[in-house]
């Protein structure tokens, strides 16, 4: 994965679109009662803010703490997939109720009913955002990142 501080940034910013973008087009999904075609397009208009929030997050904060709770699971001896898993399911920890209340209080006009909201947002978000990134998204962008360093490093 990346080696370089400017890889590091590189790899947390398409993750964090990634992420932020599926949970978007979830959310929007939930609160329109089912998926449309629509909703692809009307993510488009919480990304500007959603977006480098996640990656400011990721890159600050989120990054070096799901690391260290995620090495009081493993060890670096471990098989490389099981510290994979174990770095992404702290992510996903981490980042979910952070980024639902972010999301309570900019989207949902939750009134005095912030911490409801806030706690029904995060348990719908958090099955999803975990499969999402173990199955999915974060398996794409790791392959993405992995080819494109590849790519770069033949010529």
Not at 5 to 11: H, M, P, R, T, W
Not at 98 to 115: D, E, R, Y
Request: aromatic share 14%; glycine share 4%; proline share 5%.
């Amino acid at each position: 994965m990346p080696k370089t501080k400017l890889q590091n940034v590189i790899f947390t910013i398409i993750m964090a679109f990634v992420m932020v973008y599926a949970m978007v087009c979830y959310n929007i999904a939930i609160d329109k009662g089912g998926m449309s075609n629509q909703i692809f397009l009307l993510a488009f208009h919480e990304m500007p803010i959603m977006w480098p929030i996640a990656a400011i997050l990721e890159f600050f904060v989120v990054e070096k703490l799901s690391k260290f709770l995620a090495f009081r699971i493993v060890s670096p001896t471990d098989k490389p997939i099981f510290i994979t898993l174990a770095i992404c399911s702290m992510i996903v920890c981490l980042m979910c109720p952070v980024m639902s209340l972010i999301a309570t209080v900019l989207f949902a006009h939750p009134g005095n009913q912030v911490i409801a909201v806030w706690l029904q947002k995060f348990a719908l978000n958090f099955p999803m955002a975990l499969c999402w990134q173990i199955f999915f998204g974060g398996v794409f962008v790791r392959n993405l990142f992995t080819w494109v360093k590849k790519a770069i490093h033949h010529k």
